[in-house]
């Protein structure tokens, strides 16, 4: 088992790389690996190649790795605070707050930046009244916690859902529409600062307290004679898992069972100990994301929105980790 473990480590480690040389190349613009090649290690190599490379699918790369990484952590975190196999970090209603804020960008034609303000505004002011709910009903309580994100989560969906009621059809409703289907189209380095800096921030916070998410396993009286603060703890991992799904939503869109299906593929490797559930999550998540990204941009003139391809992939994948009869994860 442990000869297992650490052949899947080293994989973990080496399979985003690899994955994102082969995404570099891949794409409905084929390039070969030599050509890639030539382009990374700065040796004289068509415009147009060097131009795709570094300028279209670099940024791209990029995103998809910070996306799909920050998802699945946040993702095992949310599980690991909750308790809950079946917890998601946008259980604040942040998922909702954001695309809020992005939907009402996209209305009013703000640039890309705007758009993103807006989303991680919106995806704040979710997790702002969720606490001040949960904190005016009960200090900590779990069970006020979901509650107050499930109220959160109703009253934002259906703002945008007024927002796209009140959308003009033929132009603003469709943009509004494939954006919140979630895609990585346009990205670039200039976009990318301020999303990265908040999905950066919230994992490098959860991965230093990940040895904590343990300690939530027991019970609150217990985790207070450790000389911890359970529910400050808990908030901390909240803020943190949300302030990663806002800054995602608010460049991607809507990308739904990254967060909950990754975590159990680490767990069904590394079990439950979070001080390696949390990296593992992370890298299959990057890898993960990116392929997916790969496939959806590669595989038709079209490009196919990115919650499709995710609830495909996932759902089939979530139900043969619940229903199989061995080492059961959840």
């Known amino acids: 088992m442990k000869r297992k473990t650490g052949l899947f480590t080293v994989l973990l480690a080496g399979a985003p790389f690899i994955i994102a040389f082969f995404a570099l190349c891949a794409g409905r613009y084929a390039i070969s690996v030599r050509d890639v090649f030539r382009a990374l290690i700065g040796l004289p190599a068509d415009k147009t190649i060097a131009s795709v490379v570094f300028n279209v699918r670099l940024p791209r790369i990029l995103l998809a790795l910070a996306a799909g990484g920050g998802l699945s952590l946040a993702g095992a975190a949310s599980q690991a605070v909750f308790g809950n196999p079946l917890a998601s970090p946008d259980i604040t209603g942040v998922e909702s707050g954001a695309s809020f804020g992005a939907a009402i960008g996209l209305l009013f034609s703000f640039p890309m930046l705007g758009v993103q303000v807006l989303a991680l505004l919106f995806g704040c002011t979710a997790i702002a009244m969720s606490f001040l709910m949960s904190r005016i009903r009960n200090n900590g309580n779990l069970l006020v916690i979901i509650l107050a994100g499930i109220i959160v989560s109703s009253l934002f969906s259906a703002l945008v859902s007024l927002v796209k009621y009140t959308a003009d059809p033929f132009s603003k409703l469709p943009a509004i529409t494939f954006w919140l289907m979630g895609s990585m189209t346009g990205a670039s380095f200039d976009k990318l600062t301020y999303p990265f800096c908040a999905i950066a921030a919230g994992s490098v916070v959860i991965m230093l307290q990940r040895w904590r998410l ?49 975590p159990h593929i680490a767990r069904s490797v590394f079990g439950w100990d979070n001080r390696k559930v949390i990296p593992a999550s992370l890298a299959i998540g990057a890898g993960y994301m990116l392929a997916v990204d790969t496939i959806a941009r590669s595989l038709t003139a079209s490009e196919i929105p990115l919650s499709i391809l995710t609830a495909i992939i996932g759902a089939p994948v979530f139900g043969f980790l619940y229903f199989r009869k061995e080492n059961r994860v959840l």
């Open 214 to 262: 343990n300690a939530l396993a027991l019970r609150d009286d217990e985790i207070r004679a450790l000389g911890m603060y359970p529910a400050r703890m808990r908030w901390q991992i909240i803020i943190c898992a949300s302030m990663i799904v806002s800054a995602v939503v608010s460049v991607c869109g809507q990308i739904g069972w990254v967060a909950l299906v990754i």
